[in-house]
């Protein structure tokens, strides 16, 4: 459990045990829905002021975003088990390792409404998946990739865990992109979500590959690991980096000219369309969910034409 989590019970068991010594009984809790993430990310606040706008429009439920601090599938079982022993109502979860998560989440999915958000979990009894589609956004990426390497040139990708769903789509995506072109993809590096780990390999693909031409992290804490990387080794400009999310550090990169570009998502409504549409299934309403259970918010490419833009508008969300 985490401190969070503490915290909050500890009001609730000491009102309940006054309410019991006084002989009166205890005011109906509010029923608890919850957003587990897969990492401990700045995405994910972006996600948790969404949360707050639905926290605002429905005060008679608790919302809550819980971090799995260690980004792992074995961090998430333990949240997951936590959640369901406090009854919560409703859960929205980014899956680390879906294929070998689908037991688990049906357990939760028989005992409360359970969506799926950021990285789906197809196969599970989840409700619905919120988020983006990883394969166009994949595809996206890549023809971003293409742009900055008109003539080919070796490339290297770098995510947390081939195990979750939305970095296989976007691997995915972006082989589907550079197909038939001169871009050459020498390997998919994975780092377990160990920062120290993500950025030795970062540094050793600049070594091992001299002729390096780009490189690109695909989960939002990668890319501003690959611009101190590139930029530690003397490479700024002569190594491009393409990026997902929307890191001030990769935002920044891309204002100075060290990154080309990066693939952005909305967390924020991630946030907001979890919470409301569990809510909106509470009451018996899934009018919400499409006729293939997946309600897609789009991507959109960020670059020095609309960086200061985007900063500025990210900027004044986090602030509220």
Not at 168 to 195: C, M, P, S, W
Not at 217 to 227: C, F, K, Q, R
Request: glycine content about 8%; hydrophobic content about 45%; cysteine-free.
């Amino acid at each position: 459990m985490n401190g969070s989590m503490k915290k909050l019970l500890v009001p609730l068991l000491a009102t309940a045990a006054l309410a019991m010594a006084s002989g009166v009984a205890p005011a109906q809790q509010k029923k608890t829905i919850a957003l587990v993430t897969n990492v401990a990310a700045d995405f994910w606040i972006i996600a948790g002021r969404g949360l707050e706008k639905a926290q605002k429009e429905h005060p008679e439920y608790n919302i809550e975003l819980i971090v799995t601090n260690d980004g792992t599938a074995a961090g998430q079982r333990r949240e997951l088990d936590d959640l369901l022993v406090r009854g919560v109502a409703g859960i929205s979860i980014s899956v680390d390792d879906a294929p070998h998560a689908t037991e688990q989440l049906n357990k939760v999915a028989a005992k409360t409404v359970l969506i799926t958000t950021d990285s789906d979990a197809p196969q599970s009894n989840r409700l619905a998946y919120i988020g983006t589609d990883n394969v166009a956004a994949g595809r996206q990426a890549g023809e971003e990739i293409k742009k900055a390497l008109p003539n080919g040139g070796k490339i290297a990708l770098f995510v947390g865990t081939m195990d979750a769903d939305n970095a296989r789509e976007r691997v995915q995506g972006i082989k589907d992109a550079i197909a038939g072109t001169k871009v050459e993809l020498v390997d998919v590096f994975t780092d377990q979500v160990d920062f120290a780990k993500a950025k030795a390999n970062m540094e050793n693909v600049l070594v091992k590959y001299p002729d390096i031409a780009l490189l690109s992290g695909l989960w939002s804490y990668e890319t501003p690991l690959i611009y101190d990387a590139v930029k530690a080794a003397g490479k700024a400009g002569k190594v491009k980096i393409v990026g997902f999310d929307e890191d001030q550090r990769t935002l920044r990169g891309i204002s100075d000219g060290t990154i080309e570009s990066t693939v952005v998502q909305q967390p924020y409504e991630f946030g907001y369309l979890s919470a409301t549409n569990i809510i909106k299934t509470l009451n018996g309403d899934k009018s919400w969910i499409p006729a293939d259970s997946k309600l897609i918010v789009p991507t959109q490419v960020i670059s020095k034409s609309n960086v200061a833009e985007f900063t500025a508008n990210l900027k004044a969300l986090l602030k509220k």
